[in-house]
């Protein structure tokens, strides 16, 4: 089988071959193939000029953009690494994530404390000359650089090779319409995985990517016109994003031009699930499993002649992929069960960069020979039919608005203030969320410390979503177990009764 092209000559092939062709809609503006492939080769001469030495990687700090995306096309026909990670962390764990990952430097848009070189795809770089073909790229070569969460502490930085890239393109392609034709929405930010799908993949085939604006990423109306009025055929999202749009289509009328949804990042709640038919008339549901580190793993298609009900299984394995469960002795299950779920994608990471991988990517004694697994920290039940769903996780991560938030690493940010005493954070069901976090929390003394204050300490420290979103202020120690830790379910039971 022959191996497929790597992003940048996908992208280029596409330009070349239809560079009139629709690529980017932003702003009510339209991107061509020819445009962006333009913008992509003058950042390019930008990239070469300001890291001159291919073997090291450069950090980007982007907001989404057309020039955004031209800049990520540049690294990528330059042949330089890029670590992209959420430009709403904050300064201090981002110029450690440059750091750990070796940048040579950090390339930006606009001026920034962190930008050391401003990239302006959109004018003349000084010698860029006519086009050239993308750099010579093998197999193994870094690409992409991208985070985790950070929910545990500083995000991990997971690479993607290009030819892992490449063939999550390629099975991007045959399982979905990415081509000429085709509307893609892409709603999350542009350092999430699931762009490698919406953005990068229908820019591969030779689609149109319609660009949500992350700062009006919960206007459903505007949303709803997106989708309406650009003709979407694809919308890949977590479930805030289909509830948006089901809470629009009320006034506004159902979406007719969506062919596929593919629901990813979370569990899709029971009261979304049954508000997507009227919705979206014409439209084939697949519940999309995966993770940063290993990019998709199984993929569902829900039968809409049957009754549909919530958790949706997470079905069967892509081509090419290996998985099993664990039972509690560490062996792996050989029939229906549950377990933790190990799995081996061809698409996933050799390895964090910043962290060791331990236990985490490992082959195990029950695989196959060879094969390194990923440690997923899900527990998945094994059903009669030979289908997978996701019960939940094996320690305190859940997610909020899509994002993986460790309530426990969120109590020790608080319990660093100096001001706090104690300090416990539950996460209560949330419709539209997922999950909201609570944070009950003692003060060291009367006034020593204020909801705002605590607000900003940790917003300072983690990812939005890590931020809880009430803060309770109580003058009585905490209730404890009999082991005397902190009895969270006592307090989660006292917020839900009350």
Same mark, same amino acid.
């Given at each position: 089988? =022959?191996?497929?092209?790597?992003?940048?000559?996908?992208? =280029?092939?596409?330009?070349?071959?239809?560079?009139?062709?629709?690529?980017?809609? *932003?702003?009510?503006?339209?991107?061509?193939?020819?445009?962006?492939?333009?913008?992509?080769?003058?950042?390019?001469?930008? /990239?070469?000029?300001?890291?001159?030495?291919?073997?090291?990687?450069?950090? #980007?700090?982007?907001?989404?953009?057309?020039?955004?995306?031209?800049?990520?096309?540049?690294?990528?026909?330059?042949?330089?690494?890029?670590?992209?990670?959420?430009?709403?962390?904050?300064?201090?764990?981002?110029?450690?994530?440059?750091?750990?990952?070796?940048?040579?430097?950090?390339?930006? #848009?606009?001026?920034?404390?962190?930008?050391?070189?401003?990239?302006?795809?959109?004018?003349?770089a000084p010698g860029a000359g006519a086009p050239r073909p993308p750099a010579g790229v093998a197999e193994g070569d870094t690409g992409f650089l991208?985070? %985790?969460?950070?929910? =545990?502490?500083?995000?991990?930085?997971?690479? #993607?090779?290009?030819?892992? /890239?490449?063939?999550?393109?390629?099975?991007?392609?045959?399982?979905?319409?990415?081509?000429?034709?085709?509307?893609?929405?892409?709603?999350?930010?542009?350092?999430?995985?699931?762009?490698?799908?919406?953005?990068?993949?229908?820019?591969?085939?030779?689609?149109? /990517?319609?660009?949500?604006?992350?700062?009006?990423?919960?206007?459903?109306?505007? #949303?709803?016109?997106?989708?309406?009025?650009?003709?979407?055929?694809? @919308?890949?999202? /977590?479930?805030?994003?289909?509830?948006?749009?089901?809470?629009?289509?009320?006034?506004?009328?159902?979406?007719?031009?969506?062919?596929?949804?593919?629901?990813? $990042?979370?569990?899709?709640?029971?009261?979304?699930?049954?508000?997507?038919? $009227?919705?979206?008339?014409?439209?084939? *549901?697949?519940?999309?499993?995966?993770?940063?580190?290993?990019?998709?793993?199984?993929?569902?298609?829900?039968?809409?002649?049957?009754p549909v009900s919530a958790p949706l299984p997470i079905g069967r394995p892509l081509p090419g992929v290996r998985w099993l469960i664990t039972g509690?002795?560490?062996?792996?299950?050989? &029939?229906?069960?549950?377990?933790?779920?190990?799995?081996?994608?061809?698409?996933?990471? %050799?390895?964090?960069?910043?962290?060791?991988?331990?236990?985490?990517?490992?082959?195990?004694?029950? &695989?196959?020979?060879? @094969?390194?697994?990923y440690r997923s920290g899900d527990v998945a039940r094994w059903h009669e039919d030979g289908s997978l769903s996701v019960l939940g996780r094996t320690?305190?991560?859940?997610?909020?608005?899509?994002?993986?938030?460790?309530?426990?690493?969120? !109590?020790?940010?608080?319990?660093?203030?100096? $001001?706090?005493? !104690?300090?416990?954070?539950?996460?209560?069901?949330?419709?539209?969320?997922?999950?909201?976090?609570?944070?009950?929390? +003692?003060?060291?003394?009367?006034?020593?410390?204020? @909801?705002?204050?605590?607000?900003?300490?940790?917003?300072?420290?983690?990812?939005?979503?890590?931020?809880?979103?009430?803060?309770?202020?109580?003058?009585?120690?905490?209730?404890?177990?009999?082991?005397?830790?902190?009895? +969270?379910?006592?307090?989660?039971?006292?917020?839900? %009764?009350?």
């Amino acid at each position: 089988m =022959t191996a497929p092209l790597p992003l940048a000559a996908a992208f =280029t092939a596409r330009a070349a071959r239809r560079p009139s062709a629709p690529a980017l809609v *932003w702003e009510g503006r339209t991107t061509t193939y020819g445009e962006l492939h333009a913008m992509a080769c003058r950042a390019r001469a930008q /990239v070469e000029a300001a890291a001159p030495h291919p073997g090291r990687p450069v950090g #980007l700090r982007l907001r989404k953009s057309p020039e955004a995306v031209a800049l990520v096309l540049g690294c990528l026909m330059a042949g330089r690494a890029f670590l992209l990670p959420s430009h709403e962390l904050p300064d201090l764990p981002l110029k450690e994530l440059y750091q750990q990952a070796g940048c040579a430097v950090v390339l930006g #848009l606009t001026g920034d404390p962190l930008v050391d070189v401003v990239v302006d795809p959109s004018g003349a770089a000084p010698g860029a000359g006519a086009p050239r073909p993308p750099a010579g790229v093998a197999e193994g070569d870094t690409g992409f650089l991208l985070t %985790t969460s950070g929910s =545990t502490g500083l995000p991990k930085i997971v690479p #993607l090779s290009q030819g892992a /890239v490449a063939r999550f393109t390629a099975w991007a392609a045959d399982t979905f319409p990415l081509g000429p034709g085709s509307a893609v929405l892409n709603y999350a930010p542009l350092n999430f995985d699931l762009c490698l799908l919406d953005v990068w993949s229908t820019l591969a085939r030779g689609g149109t /990517v319609v660009l949500a604006d992350p700062e009006r990423g919960t206007s459903a109306r505007y #949303l709803h016109d997106l989708v309406a009025g650009h003709r979407v055929t694809l @919308v890949q999202g /977590v479930p805030l994003l289909f509830e948006l749009l089901i809470r629009a289509a009320a006034g506004a009328g159902p979406l007719t031009t969506p062919e596929h949804l593919v629901l990813a $990042g979370e569990a899709m709640p029971a009261r979304v699930l049954a508000g997507l038919p $009227g919705v979206f008339p014409h439209a084939r *549901w697949f519940n999309n499993y995966g993770c940063t580190e290993t990019n998709n793993s199984f993929l569902h298609e829900v039968d809409r002649t049957a009754p549909v009900s919530a958790p949706l299984p997470i079905g069967r394995p892509l081509p090419g992929v290996r998985w099993l469960i664990t039972g509690d002795d560490g062996r792996a299950l050989t &029939g229906p069960g549950q377990g933790e779920l190990l799995v081996s994608t061809p698409f996933q990471t %050799t390895g964090y960069v910043n962290v060791p991988g331990g236990p985490k990517f490992a082959p195990h004694r029950d &695989g196959v020979p060879g @094969v390194v697994y990923y440690r997923s920290g899900d527990v998945a039940r094994w059903h009669e039919d030979g289908s997978l769903s996701v019960l939940g996780r094996t320690d305190h991560m859940v997610k909020v608005r899509g994002t993986q938030v460790s309530t426990q690493h969120v !109590e020790s940010i608080l319990l660093e203030h100096p $001001g706090v005493a !104690e300090a416990a954070v539950v996460a209560l069901p949330d419709p539209v969320a997922g999950h909201r976090l609570h944070a009950r929390v +003692r003060p060291a003394a009367p006034g020593s410390v204020g @909801v705002l204050a605590l607000r900003q300490y940790c917003a300072e420290r983690a990812v939005r979503a890590a931020v809880p979103s009430a803060f309770e202020m109580v003058s009585e120690p905490l209730p404890r177990t009999s082991t005397g830790k902190v009895d +969270r379910n006592r307090i989660r039971e006292s917020l839900s %009764t009350a």
